[in-house]
């Protein structure tokens, strides 16, 4: 099973992207998804978290109020709406799948507890 994230480009300082995430013949209801980006020389991070059972989400403190997580069941599909972009949202983004967890809970932040991940998308945010 193989993610793919989307919806990647250049954008301005202060400008807006939607990142969209779907699994070809997977379901994505059930599961927790996550978001993730990885800056050149830097660690993967953890962006944001989507829950299927109550919808709840989680986002990193450089990213609140800014960034919105959603999914929509019928579209089998994930997304993460990027606001008032900055130069340090650069990245290439990732969507993750935890397919033993329901709600984005205390492991939300470590990678290796997603089982699926998809080829990530580059967000460049320059002038």
């Known amino acids: 099973v193989q993610l793919q994230a989307s919806g990647g480009g250049l954008v301005q300082p202060g400008g807006s992207l939607r990142l969209s995430c779907t699994a070809p013949?997977?379901?994505?209801?059930?599961?927790?998804i996550g978001w993730f980006r990885q800056a050149p020389g830097k660690e993967r991070e953890a962006v944001s978290c989507?829950?299927?059972?109550?919808?709840?989400?989680y986002y990193a403190d450089s990213v609140k109020d800014r960034f919105t997580v959603s999914r929509d069941k019928a579209k089998n599909m994930a997304y993460l709406q990027i606001d008032i972009a900055k130069p340090e949202d650069t990245a290439i983004y990732f969507c993750?799948?935890?397919?033993?967890?329901?709600?984005?809970?205390?492991?939300?932040?470590?990678?290796?507890?997603?089982?699926?991940w998809g080829r990530g998308t580059l967000v460049t945010v320059s002038s």
């Open positions: 993750a799948a935890n397919t033993m967890r329901s709600r984005c809970d205390w492991y939300v932040q470590r990678p290796s507890e997603y089982d699926y």
């Open positions: 989507v829950s299927s059972s109550d919808g709840s989400t």
């Open positions: 013949g997977f379901t994505l209801d059930g599961y927790a």
